[in-house]
């Protein structure tokens, strides 16, 4: 197993993480195919490989920029446990951790989650931190969040400024305020299998990490801080700020949670419950089954303007129900892989939005986002995310489901700026070409100007004859 961290620039804290236990080869550099994805004027296209002999792991420069190991520059060198991987001069250290004695190995279960699909950039970091001290979460939980009381001066809620711990009830599902269920006594797991996660007659954990509060903890999931969770025979996806989150970061993720916990659509994961545990903050929300757009556009091929256009007038009705909150609520992490299909139908519409790891309210003190290249807004990239940053991956996201290819594969520079042009991508209706060229206009004011906007026009693309949509 071998971790990567990012680092922090200036404070050396880590920002993000990955970890990984079956690869040979690792890719890191700035375009969409490497395993971890940087942006960062510095960082090359295919910047660098880590590469596996046996038990030891190398590290290759492929970067025009350079690549440095605890300070010194190197073109080929053997890693060690606690080194630090700088990209070019002035760019991103990466911590580099050999093995772990803190993470059990992931099993290989019959049950397949798919709570977000295979990221673009692979991001498939674990939590690697110390374990929390078992304890049981405080069930004093405020019922109703608009009589929440706030703070005249700050207009922080006043549980945040007293230092009360915090609860949110959500859609949590009835049987779940139950006590907790014990397995059948008469179950002895005797089919259970060696790699299974659960066991199929009883459906309990056969192995369980670690508890937060009401949640035995499965597995890390993603990214760092994710969890795969169980909990009265129900599975859930258990997200935690960051670990090295600020008192304002940890403010922020809990005035999302609460957003989140409050708000019902059919497009949006059910969110059960926040709770905290230790000095962490937990958001609960259910897992989706299925199979991402990205997944099915592999496997099928591109869609026409019609499919598209049917597929993602729902999901404009969640953003603009979204961006409509005080402060509004932001994903920044819309694409093809976070777009899930559902096994199970879900009221009005076959497609749920994931990802929500990394959803983000916007307030005055919103922080740097590393994103993904042709899927991320330049005001995103800036650290300034605003709504219309949403649009922008709504459109890339389209121009993957249209083609099969990253948005990035039709970007060029034209007579003032780097951007997205549609109108390169052969054979597309001129309708969606002009959709898809104003949403991913680099400047967010030139941009449509919210989500009923763009569910306007693509209702109107939906309406075109199929033989007057289809690509040749």
Not at 21 to 38: F, M, Q, S, T, Y
Not at 174 to 188: F, G, K, N, T
Request: hydrophobic share 35%.
């Amino acid at each position: 197993m071998i971790t990567l961290t990012l680092l922090h620039p200036v404070q050396a804290t880590p920002v993000q993480s990955w970890t990984f236990e079956n690869e040979n080869v690792i890719r890191i550099g700035r375009a969409v195919d490497n395993h971890v994805v940087l942006y960062s004027a510095v960082v090359s296209r295919h910047h660098v490989e880590l590469r596996r002999h046996g038990l030891q792991w190398e590290v290759v420069n492929l970067g025009t920029n350079g690549t440095y190991l605890d300070g010194k520059r190197i073109q080929q060198a053997t890693l060690v446990d606690g080194a630090i991987l700088r990209l070019a001069r002035s760019g991103p250290n990466i911590k580099i951790r050999l093995g772990s004695d803190r993470h059990p190995a992931t099993p290989n279960a019959r049950m397949e989650t798919v709570p977000e699909g295979r990221l673009v950039d692979a991001e498939k970091g674990t939590y690697a931190g110390e374990e929390e001290p078992r304890g049981t979460v405080a069930e004093s939980t405020p019922r109703a969040e608009e009589s929440t009381p706030t703070s005249s001066s700050t207009g922080v809620p006043a549980q945040e400024e007293q230092g009360a711990e915090f609860a949110v009830i959500g859609q949590l599902p009835v049987h779940l305020l139950s006590e907790w269920r014990a397995p059948p006594p008469d179950c002895q797991h005797s089919h259970a299998q060696e790699n299974d996660i659960f066991c199929i007659d009883c459906g309990v954990p056969l192995r369980v990490w670690k508890t937060l509060g009401h949640y035995q903890i499965i597995r890390a999931l993603g990214q760092s801080n994710i969890y795969l969770g169980w909990r009265s025979g129900l599975t859930a996806v258990i997200k935690g700020h960051s670990l090295a989150a600020s008192r304002e970061e940890i403010r922020a993720f809990q005035r999302q949670a609460r957003q989140l916990c409050k708000i019902k659509h059919p497009v949006l994961p059910q969110f059960w419950e926040a709770f905290q545990y230790g000095s962490d903050s937990y958001l609960v929300s259910e897992m989706v089954y299925g199979q991402s757009l990205k997944q099915r556009i592999q496997e099928q091929g591109p869609m026409n303007v019609i499919e598209v256009s049917r597929w993602l007038i729902p999901v404009c009705e969640l953003l603009e129900l979204l961006h409509r909150q005080d402060p509004p609520v932001l994903h920044l992490h819309i694409r093809p892989s976070n777009l899930i299909h559902p096994y199970v139908r879900r009221e009005t519409t076959d497609l749920v939005l994931v990802g929500w790891c990394k959803a983000s309210v916007l307030t005055s003190d919103s922080g740097t986002f590393i994103g993904t290249v042709g899927y991320s807004a330049p005001e995103q990239q800036e650290g300034k995310p605003e709504p219309a940053s949403d649009l922008f991956a709504l459109g890339a996201t389209m121009v993957y489901l249209l083609t099969g290819y990253e948005p990035e594969t039709y970007f060029r520079w034209g007579t003032r700026e780097y951007r997205l042009y549609a109108e390169d991508i052969p054979h597309l209706d001129p309708r969606m070409v002009d959709l898809i060229n104003c949403l991913t206009h680099p400047d967010p004011r030139e941009r449509y100007p919210n989500a009923a906007e763009v569910k306007k026009h693509l209702q109107e693309i939906a309406t075109i004859p199929p033989a007057v949509s289809s690509r040749a």
